[in-house]
């Protein structure tokens, strides 16, 4: 079945750091990646997302790269902000697919 | 355009209660997916609801059930409750299904459920 590995966190970071977040995939055919992240007591906000190979999403400075032949679509951010803190969850749905399958997510600390 | 919209926030139910759960879905969409997300961990996919017809299931019991109703929005229930059951409950709406898989879904804020 498909399934997502995330790297584990907690990530400390200081402001203005680089952040990467990497995401890796199982499955069959041609998968749509999503990342999505959360914020304390909230649900999950859509970040990005790339429907086929070698498609780069982007938004509000995080880009991730759909990459096929390393089953990979890590996240990062040039210069994090304080307000990036909250846990961010790499996802997929597949080719013929409904339902969302979710890596175990990275919980990123930004300190001022 | 309204989001989706979740009720109740929170919930406090013993074990053997029944609960229920509400969604109401974005404007325009025709799906909805429920999920489970327990402490520390990433949501997982209890079942969807395209046009009011049950579309897709994960590994749960039959005694998590649902609906959807005409105008798209939908009901989670849960009889026989457990300990584990206790988790934030998660619904998304999304435009699609069927056999073509749905596009995009955007979640609600969710339901913490707690079961003692």
């Known amino acids: 079945g498909n399934s997502v590995t995330q790297m584990e966190g907690p990530v400390t970071l200081s402001e203005e750091a680089f952040l990467t977040i990497n995401c890796t995939y199982t499955?069959?055919?041609?998968?749509?990646l999503f990342w999505y992240v959360q914020y304390p007591g909230e649900g999950l906000q859509l970040l990005l997302k790339a429907t086929k190979a070698d498609d780069k999403g982007s938004n509000k400075g995080f880009e991730a790269t759909y990459r096929k032949e390393t089953t990979s679509f890590h996240l990062e951010k040039g210069s994090v902000q304080v307000s990036d803190s909250a846990v961010y969850f790499c996802?997929?749905?597949?080719?013929?697919?409904?339902?969302?399958?979710f890596g175990g997510g990275t919980r990123v600390l930004v300190k001022p | 355009e309204t989001g989706v919209t979740q009720s109740p926030t929170h919930l406090i139910k013993t074990r053997g209660q029944q609960v229920t759960l509400r969604c109401s879905s974005q404007?325009?969409?025709?799906?909805v997916s429920w999920y489970q997300q327990a402490l520390g961990q990433g949501p997982q996919f209890i079942f969807q609801?395209?046009?009011?017809?049950?579309?897709g299931r994960g590994n749960f019991p039959p005694r998590f059930s649902g609906l959807q109703f005409p105008n798209y929005s939908s009901e989670l229930n849960v009889n026989a409750l457990e300990l584990d059951d206790s988790a934030l409950y998660l619904c998304a709406s999304s435009l699609g299904g069927g056999i073509s898989g749905a596009d995009t879904q955007y979640f609600g804020p969710g339901t913490r459920l707690t079961v003692l």
């Open positions: 996802a997929l749905r597949g080719a013929a697919g409904n339902k969302l399958t």
């Open positions: 404007s325009g969409h025709n799906t």
């Open positions: 499955a069959t055919g041609y998968p749509s």
């Open positions: 609801y395209y046009r009011e017809e049950e579309n």
